[in-house]
């Protein structure tokens, strides 16, 4: 799984992600992002492509090197 | 700290409690591990869940696009934490540098950061609040439930309150179809935050997607039916709502209560911090090892006069960590301020809301671009003759630019002509706030004085 999550305060709906990766970010109306904030592993280079285009560098996705952490009651 | 080492000591090996295990609390964790704090780490959190991002909960989530579940918030390294989660901290002793749990546990820390954030303000009559079908939205576990139950296709969905959250909840009602009533006590809906002449636009678009919008009403009762579950609401003006799912959005209160007798100035509007976020005692001196980030802080801001602001922002809680994080490691010339420009979005009926500085502060406003009549326009407030604060429909792009005039006090009105000025923009109206001395639910954005200590503070909204 693969978290992601926009900085809707930098987002300026250029829309480059909508492109790129449209099963995970879409225009709603004319100038809002919608996005899931979890994606499927397989989606990975396609959002990884997404968040390098995005002009504004709003969204941040997983780090591959994070490690899954031991969380004590979560899930 | 002195210049003996002791700082290289503490970032080595000294211990870092973070209480609040939310946007705030991760992001300070994440920048002090990146600052390269290698002594040992512990998140606390009232919630069982690892921490995860909230504004989903009002969109993708209600819409049925996403799942509560699945809004865990990125990490953006790996923090190596110990992390206590869901089990609240009760208590904090200053002396003796400990934060007490709710598991009788106590965990001593070297520096302590206090990240815990606001909760819903429920319904204040307690076997209402109870009945089945009446919900808040702040966390999770919330935003499961009222999923769930949004997508049993209620007959009617009652909406007490038209502050972001509440009308974003409309929102995605309308989307989905949903009949919705909103019950708004002020004269529309975003008025405490954007003013009646913004407000009056909100108003526009859910009547237009369909809501029924009353405003200048007061829900004043909630009924269940014989098994519990609620029926109808009663309001001021005599009339009856029948509804079978009612979502009271009234606004946030400060999760101070544990801190009481702690010493720290912590209270119904925050827990007082300087400009580096380092939190004040209750006799107004500043702490050097308590420092508090988020919405539960509220900090002096140089733009505003240095008077303390409270912002319950997404992007505020995000910054304010980074700060902290950076102050809690660093010797005293080191300290950065808190100065980012307030920021705000939401999106609504179609429309992208955002917001730069503080809009709640002025007096007036000039559409500078676009028209109030088309949804799509951009509004400049002033206050005492400066640019204090700006709104954009539809137009976020533009909104850089007015941040740095916000940033260069830039005189209000601004005297050069702007690009799609039109008749609406010719001078600038009143801003139509509501009378500043009566709480609302509504501004994100809250100016509370310059006075660190809050002890003769109530609050008690009028719903
Ligand atoms: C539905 C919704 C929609 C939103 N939409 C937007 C938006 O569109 N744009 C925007 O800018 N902002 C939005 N926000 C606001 C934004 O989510 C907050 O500003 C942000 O979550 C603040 O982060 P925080 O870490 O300071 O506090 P919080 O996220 O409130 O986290 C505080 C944490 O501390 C925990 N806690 C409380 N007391 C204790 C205790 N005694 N011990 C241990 N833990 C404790 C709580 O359980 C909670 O997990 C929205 C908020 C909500 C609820
Ligand atoms: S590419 Fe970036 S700026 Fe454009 S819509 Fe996506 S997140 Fe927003």
Known sequence: ?75 | MLGDGSLERFRREGRIVVVGASLAGLRAAETLRDQGFAGSLTMIGAEPHEPYDRPPLSKQVLLGRASADRTALPRRRSVDANWRLGVPATGLDMAAKRVRLADGDEVPYDRLLISTGVRSRPWPHEDQAELDGVFVLRTRDDGAALARRLAEGPRRVLVIGAGFTGSEIASACCERGLAVTVAERGASPLVGALGGVVGAVAAELQREHGVDLRCGVMVTALEGDASGRVRAAQLSDGSTVEADVVIVSLGATRNTEWLAGSGLAAGPRGIACDAGCRAFDIRGIVTDDVYAAGDVARCPHPLFGYQFLSLEHWGNAVSQAGIAAHNMLSESTDRLPHMDVPAFWSAQFGVNIKSVGAPSLGTEILVAQGSLKEHRFVGVYGYQGRVIGAVAFDQARWLPFYQELIERTAPFPPPFPTVDRRSDGQRPVDADFPDPSVPTHGPTVTLSGYSPADRRMTFTPAH
């Not at chain 1, 909508?18 to 899931?36: D, K, N, Q, T």
């Not at chain 1, 280079?45 to 997983?62: F, G, H, S, T």
């Open chain 1, 1 to 75: 799984m693969l978290r992601i999550a926009v900085d809707l305060n930098r987002c300026q709906g250029y829309a480059q992600c909508a492109f790129l990766a449209p099963e995970v970010f879409a225009m709603h109306g004319e100038e809002s992002l919608l996005y899931s904030p979890e994606a499927d592993e397989e989606q990975r280079e396609k959002v990884m492509q997404a968040a390098a285009a995005c002009p504004v560098q709003a969204i941040l996705v997983d780090t591959v090197d994070a490690p899954a952490e031991a969380v004590s009651g979560a899930r």
